[in-house]
């Protein structure tokens, strides 16, 4: 699956962005989406993902409560709202998927997840 992300920017402290990523490919499935973020000089880092399905979602605790996952199953579409930017919230952030469930998978890290979309930045001033 080919997984095309938009919706980086350059906001202020306080604002709101969405992002979303759009996935396609010949004989579509989906078991689990995802959204992952790396800082300038840091590791990439989970931020959250959501079931297809049943739409289940989990966040990391420093998003939580800020950040919201959902997805459009016709338009092969998840999005990431994000309110009450920090500067800290500054990276590139990349979407994942996984077309396939598995009890191995730890899908809170990047090992969960066998397709990457480009990176997306987005640059949150104070």
């Known amino acids: 699956v080919q997984l095309q992300a938009s919706g980086g920017g350059l906001v202020q402290a306080g604002d709101s962005l969405t992002l979303s990523c759009t996935a396609s490919?010949?004989?579509?499935?989906?078991?689990?989406m995802g959204w992952f973020r790396q800082a300038p000089g840091k590791e990439r880092e989970f931020v959250a993902r959501?079931?297809?399905?049943?739409?289940?979602?989990f966040y990391a605790d420093s998003v939580k409560g800020r950040f919201t996952i959902s997805r459009d199953v016709p338009k092969n579409t998840v999005y990431l709202q994000m309110n009450s930017l920090k500067p800290e919230d500054t990276a590139d952030y990349y979407c994942?998927?996984?077309?396939?469930?598995?009890?191995?998978?730890?899908?809170?890290?990047?090992?969960?997840?066998?397709?990457w979309g480009p990176g997306t930045l987005v640059t949150v001033s104070s």
């Open positions: 490919g010949r004989r579509f499935s989906m078991y689990i």
């Open positions: 959501i079931t297809w399905t049943g739409g289940s979602s």
């Open positions: 994942a998927a996984n077309q396939y469930y598995s009890a191995r998978h730890d899908y809170t890290a990047e090992s969960g997840y066998g397709s």
